[in-house]
């Protein structure tokens, strides 16, 4: 079974602090995604990766930025934190077919709070 | 315009009954579909998908779902409805030429089971 590990499933930081959020999988998967979620607002893409040194913006990138060194790790990074962003953050890798026709395999997911 | 309507917010079933839950995605072409379910701070689990093979296809724990393209629908269905998935689905589309490598997410529905 493919595994996504996030580091953390529970932070608390305060606002202005540089917050890093990491995420590990351990499927040799190409793609690696970061969503982040809140209530009534479903799922939103911030950032994803189609392969290592290789980032797109998603649909919310404003605030964050990744870094992918290895192929297995994908890490957000919040650069100011901001109380706005407190929310639920989930990471999620797939198989690169070049169809999109492979499902995400998600993480547990860190709920993050700015205080 | 690429978009998936859960058509319900909100499911509410007596345990032993039958389960449904409706999904329609605009396409002019066959994406991938997929169901996933999330229970309580928890990662998004996949449950089953679609990929231009059986319009019939089975997911895990007793979980199915119907494609038909000339309704674009996909929606989930449970002979008999257990406890354990009280949580909240998405329907998720991909593929194809509309969407590509990026996932659309629904804005779930959250099914509650009653005793």
């Known amino acids: 079974d493919v595994k996504v590990t996030q580091s953390s499933r529970y932070l608390v930081k305060r606002t202005g602090e540089k917050v890093f959020l990491e995420c590990v999988q351990d499927?040799?998967?190409?793609?690696m995604f970061w969503y982040r979620q809140d209530p009534g607002l479903g799922l939103r893409l911030i950032y994803f990766s189609y392969d290592v040194k290789m980032k797109e913006k998603g649909d919310i990138p404003e605030g964050y930025s990744v870094s992918r060194e290895k192929k297995e790790r994908f890490s957000l990074i919040l650069e100011s934190a901001s109380t706005n962003q407190t929310s639920m953050y989930l990471c999620?890798?797939?198989?690169?077919?070049?169809?999109?026709?492979?499902?995400?395999?998600f993480g547990d997911g860190t709920r993050l709070s700015i205080l | 315009a690429q978009s998936v309507t859960q058509l319900d917010s909100h499911v509410s079933v007596s345990e032993g009954t039958p389960v449904l839950l409706r999904c329609n995605y605009s396409?002019?072409?066959?994406?991938?579909l997929f169901w996933y379910v999330q229970h309580p701070n928890k990662g998004l689990q996949l449950l089953l998908k679609y990929t231009s093979a059986a319009t019939l296809v089975k997911g895990i724990n007793g979980f199915e779902a119907e494609f038909k393209k000339s309704e674009t629908s996909f929606h989930l269905t449970k002979p008999s409805a257990h406890m354990s998935d009280a949580a909240e689905y998405f329907c998720v589309v991909s593929g194809g030429m509309e969407y590509g490598n990026k996932l659309v997410f629904g804005a779930g529905t959250i099914l509650r089971v009653k005793s």
């Open positions: 499927m040799d998967h190409e793609n």
């Open positions: 999620a890798s797939r198989r690169e077919t070049g169809t999109g026709n492979q499902p995400q395999h």
């Open positions: 396409s002019s072409y066959s994406p991938s």
